[in-house]
């Protein structure tokens, strides 16, 4: 699945992705907005000390985000193939 994600740009649907846990959530266009409204409330709480916010997800992927600043083709494949296998 990585290969068909990062070498081809394979597009999942929405029902697919989630079976996979690719994503979270899988919504009707219809009912996009109100449901990406619904999640700001979630998370507005949440994002009043930014900084504190920050430091929490910055600890959570620095291997990640170091890997990504390395900028080298196999440390973005390396990424990729840690992110499919966290999701799954």
């Given at each position: 699945?990585?290969?068909?994600?990062?070498l081809?740009?394979?597009?999942?649907?929405?029902?697919?992705?989630?079976?996979?846990?690719?994503?979270?959530?899988?919504?009707?266009?219809?009912?996009?907005?109100?449901?990406?409204?619904?999640?700001?409330?979630?998370?507005?709480?949440?994002?009043?000390?930014?900084?504190v916010?920050?430091?929490?997800?910055?600890a959570?992927?620095?291997?990640?985000?170091?890997?990504?600043r390395s900028?080298?083709t196999?440390?973005?494949?390396?990424?990729?193939?840690?992110?499919?296998?966290?999701?799954?």
């Open positions: 699945m990585v290969r068909e994600v990062v081809q740009g394979k597009r999942f649907p929405g029902p697919l992705a989630m079976q996979r846990k690719i994503v979270d959530d899988s919504v009707p266009r219809a009912n996009l907005t109100a449901k990406a409204i619904e999640m700001s409330h979630q998370f507005a709480p949440k994002r009043k000390d930014r900084r916010y920050s430091e929490l997800k910055r959570m992927n620095s291997d990640l985000v170091s890997m990504l900028d080298t196999e440390n973005v494949i390396k990424f990729a193939e840690m992110y499919t296998a966290a999701k799954l």
